[in-house]
C-alpha cells in the first residue's frame, strides 16, 4: 500500500474530526450561554393577601430563566405599585396581570368584583351556611321556600332562583381557612348580576334562602320546577274549579196577553123592517 495515501487518508480523518468536534464544543457552548441568559421579573418579596395594596417594599426584581417566560407577567416596579392583589401572591412569586386588579379599581373586597357584577349580602346561620362549610371562592345554588303568602298558605313551594353562585366572603373573610375549617357566620356575599342581585333581594324579603353546596367544577344549570308539599307527599293537589268563561244570555219570557174581541151590534130600521148587524172589533 502507498505510504502517501495512507498519511493523507489520517490526516483526513483527522481534520474531520476535528471539525466535527468544534462543532459539538460551538453547539453545546451556545445552549449552556442561553441558558444562563436571564430576564428581570417583578416578584413579591413578601406574602400578599387579597385586597391589600402593592407597596415599592413589597415586591422586587428577580432573575428569571429568559428560555421559561411567564405571561403577563411585569418587569417594571411602577407597574405595579399601587394596585391592589386579588389573588394571595407567594413570597418571590412573579406577579402576573391576572392577580392584580386595575389601578384605582380600590382595595379590599371591592378589587375582586369583576366589571359589569355586583357583590350582595345576606343574612345566613348554620343552615343556611350549609354547616360552615361555605368559603369565599365556593359556588352555590340558592333556594327560596315561600310559605307565608295567601296564596301559598295552603301549599307553600320551594324553587332554586340562582344557580352556581360564586361565594365572595364567609363573614368578613375573603379568603379561606388554609386548614378548611368549619366555621358559622351571619352574613354571606354573593357575586351576582345586577338582575340577580335584585332576586337575591326581593326573595330574602318574600321567604327562606337556602344555601346549596355544589361542585365547583359543576358548570351545568339542570332545569328545575317548584317543589310543593303535593310533591312530597306523593298526592295531586286538590283541583280547582275552573270557571267558564262563557257566559249564557238569559232572556226573560215574554208574556202574551188573550187578546179581547169586541163585538158591536147595529140596529137598523127601513120601511118598517129591522135589521141587525154585527162588527167585532180587536
Known sequence: MNPKRIVLAVVLAVVIAGIVSYAFMMRLRSQQINEAKTIKLVAATQPLASGTPITADSVGLIDWPAKMPVTGSFSKLEDVVGRSVIYPIEEHQPIVEHDVAQAGSGIGLTVKIPEGMRAVSVRSNDVVGVAGFLYPGSHVDVLLTIAKTA??????????????????????????????????????TLLLKPEDGEKLVLAASQGSIQFVLRNGADQNAPETKPVNLADIMGKKPPEQKVQSSARRSVRPAVVTEPQRTVVYEVETFAGGTRKVDKFESR
Open 151 to 188: 296564596e301559598f298558605a295552603e301549599n307553600p313551594q320551594t324553587q332554586t332562583i340562582l344557580a352556581n353562585v360564586e361565594v365572595l366572603t364567609a363573614g368578613q373573610r375573603i379568603e379561606p381557612d388554609p386548614k378548611g375549617k368549619p366555621e358559622t357566620v351571619n352574613v354571606v
